[in-house]
């Protein structure tokens, strides 16, 4: 299972209490995982990616092993920690708001 | 039993107040979705009890929220906004091109008999409608079409569509308001427009009498003369007797006719409000004194109303969305500020109360009157 947290107001919309538990096929990228949290969660779609582009809306990051991952390609393999649910991957959001 | 229902957006969070018809003592409700930036919440005149909000931050986006218990709970429901085509450019503050791109919805505007129907108002500016109470939405494209769009200019809170009014008598025809393109009119249900800017004068653009580019605040109608329309200007109180065809100034004695708000008596059509502001540099009331005015010849002759608003140091602002009138028989007025209270005249305005204060800042006030 992977492991995502997400800021504060996601998971109040999402109505869940703490780290969200995903079951994903295939390849675990950025792509696959928000595919399947918005799958899960269909208020969350527009919240994290914009609509249309599909790109990580600008004042969120994206966090996994202590290293940044916001500006890896969405299709990019996440570090085997986050793949094997030792580690979080983390939608954060950038400081002073969120 | 009759009774009062204000629904008020703020910068953090969306608040409901309840009266019963004596309007003496308010019920608060919120806040709901708390943090976020509510720029509008209004309920349905088919059904009180449906309500819509239309929530957002710069972090995560437009969400649109709708009750169906008069505010109690909300369910959030569709937030794909996506403009019609390739959306093309409209002019950026410097008078470059600039890509059109959804920011937020200002202003959500049910239809009168359908409490599926709904329109917003967005950012950049466009107008969008949703026929199953807010799932889906699209973009009603006449609009951004009439094809002077690469002409909008934002202005100092962006390129908004803020106010929408629809003619009771004939629901074809319809009035929305852009900052900084000007006033428009339908008349066939949205499928195409026409700017109505004839006889407004903004000393912001190269021609001051330019078909668009007018920074219009607010619109407002009394649902009784169709064909009668005040306008508060970025500068300048207008009216209009002919749909919006032609303009003219009242303003009369304003002590400043800059503002934000202005809005109708539900009794008496040419009963208007308005709250000056002292200037666009400065965004608050002249003086420090809080004042609304009331024309009751419908402008031009202007009456400070005084009772009960701070007359010292006050140095809030009163924001474009921010007053709203209930249609109880004796006319219920009400706005909010930037410093967080919302005040209301059960009288017509001849004297006010802070209803609630300390809100975070009031972006909207609407009001419902519960038969």
Redesign the interface.
Known sequence: MIRVIL?W??RN?ARVDSEVMLDVSGQITQRTVLDALENEYP?L????R???TAKR?P??RFFACEEDLSHELPDAPLPDAVAKGAEPFMVV??IA?? | MSGVRVLVGTRKGAFTLESDGKREKWEVNGPHFGGWEIYHLKGSPADPDRLYASQSTGWFGQLIQRSSDGGKTWEPVGNKFVYDGVPGTHQWYDGTPHPWEFKRVWHLEPSLNDPDHVYAGVEDAAIFQTTDGGQNWAEMPGLRGHGSGSKWTPGAGGLGLHTIVIDASNQKRMFIAISAAGAFRTDDGGATWKPINQGLRSQHIPDPTAEVGHCVHRIAMHKSRPDTLFMQKHWDVMRTDDAGESWREISGNLPTDFGFVVDVHAHDPETIYVVPIKSDSEHFPPDGKLRVYRSKSGGEEWEALTKGLPQQNCYVNVLRDAMAVDSMDACGVYFGTTGGQVYASKDGGDSWTAIMRDLPAVLSVEVQTLK
Do not use: C, E, Y
Request: net charge positive.
């Open positions: 800021p107001h996601l919309l208020v779609r527009g919240t994290i914009d609509h249309v809306r004042f969120l959001g950038a708001g969120g």
